[in-house]
């Protein structure tokens, strides 16, 4: 088992930036590459960016590549996405999962490949 907690949401004017943090619990960190997902009102919940085990791979939608960062910290057992220049279709609820798939930064992560999830944090853009 892996217990996932999000932290860092909040609100947000267009053009600014937070730093969401997923601290994780349980087995081995090292073991899963970590993910980032939202889910905005009435849409279905989407990949955002994902980071390998060592931290050395990463991969983004492409719709905030070049604005959002993931990383990681094993001895710390947290992963982190920097969010910069938001936008107000940033607006969501941001979870953290994580998989023991191999993760090499090409490509998505689906849902189904996610086995643990986090409870989520809001994060809201004004314009």
């Known amino acids: 088992q892996v217990q996932l907690v999000e932290s860092g949401g909040g609100s947000v004017q267009a053009g600014g930036s937070l730093r969401l943090a997923c601290a994780a619990s349980?087995?081995?960190?090292?073991?899963?590459?970590m993910a980032w997902f939202r889910q905005a009102p009435g849409k279905e919940r989407e990949f955002v960016a994902a980071?390998?085990?060592?931290?050395?791979?990463?991969g983004y939608k492409h719709s905030v590549e070049g604005r959002f960062t993931i990383s990681r910290d094993n001895a710390g057992n947290t992963v982190y996405l920097q969010m910069n220049s938001l936008k107000p279709e940033d607006t969501a609820i941001y979870f953290c999962?994580?998989?023991?798939?191999?993760?090499?930064?090409?490509?998505?992560?689906?849902?189904?490949?996610?086995?643990?999830w986090g409870q989520g944090t809001q994060v809201t853009v004004s314009s």
């Open positions: 349980g087995r081995t960190f090292s073991s899963f590459a």
């Open positions: 999962g994580a998989t023991p798939l191999y993760y090499g930064g090409a490509g998505y992560l689906k849902q189904g490949e996610i086995d643990y």
């Open positions: 980071v390998s085990r060592r931290g050395s791979n990463t």
